[in-house]
């Protein structure tokens, strides 16, 4: 199975990604984690990545694409992926699927989890309080302005990726903004008819 989840920031990528490992026995492949991780151990790509991601803009294609390209490459990977925030621009999209085709691999599906701006905003600014009442440190781009910053990159350069995929006829919206269980529901219901 290889599956690419869209959708903004906040939208539950990552949870629905994290459930779905368990169920298939395949990784989540998150740019966004794995530029956490060369940031937190200062490699030469973490420092380059690290202000831009504070700013909430995207990091360069180039970076990105190279990551992925490593990380597919892992045998973890052979059977199957998840990819949470990439490809996160038109030009990643299509180094994606030059990458795959090289390969001789097809994405099954892409699913979209559709959600309102407004809401999203509130759901952040919730999720930020409620790491900073437990105690946890709260991520520097879930500050309120900074995510506003990453919506307004979501909305300029990525809202653009959907079209490439519903062109392939490989995408399937679900509604981002119903509950955890039912949202998981629905994309199970999508899988079972794409594999
Ligand atoms: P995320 O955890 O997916 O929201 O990503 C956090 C930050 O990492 C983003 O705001 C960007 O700065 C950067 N990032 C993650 N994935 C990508 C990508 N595919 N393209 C460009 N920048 C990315």
Do not use: C, W
Not at 10 to 19: L, M, V
Not at 45 to 59: P, Q
């Amino acid at each position: 199975m290889r599956l690419i989840l869209l959708g903004p920031p906040g939208a539950g990528k990552g949870t629905q990604a994290t459930r779905l490992t368990e169920k298939y026995g395949i990784p989540q492949l998150s740019t966004g984690d794995m530029l956490r991780a060369a940031v937190k151990a200062q490699t030469p790509i973490g420092l380059k990545a690290r202000a831009v991601m504070e700013s909430g803009a995207l990091v360069s294609d180039e970076i990105v694409v190279g990551i992925i390209a490593d990380r597919i490459e892992e045998p973890d990977a052979h059977n199957g992926f998840i990819l949470d925030g990439f490809p996160r621009t038109v030009a990643q999209a299509e180094a994606l699927d030059a990458l795959l085709a090289r390969k001789h691999i097809r994405i099954d599906a892409a699913i979209e989890l559709v959600v309102d701006a407004p809401k999203l905003i509130a759901r952040i600014v919730n999720r930020a309080a409620q790491a900073q009442a437990a105690g946890h440190a709260v991520r520097k781009d879930d500050d309120p302005e900074v995510f506003k910053t990453r919506l307004e990159a979501y909305f300029r350069d990525t809202a653009a990726v959907t079209p490439h995929y519903r062109a392939k006829g490989l995408l399937r919206e679900v509604d981002g903004m119903a509950g955890i269980g039912a949202v998981s529901k629905a994309i199970d219901a999508i899988l079972a008819s794409a594999s």
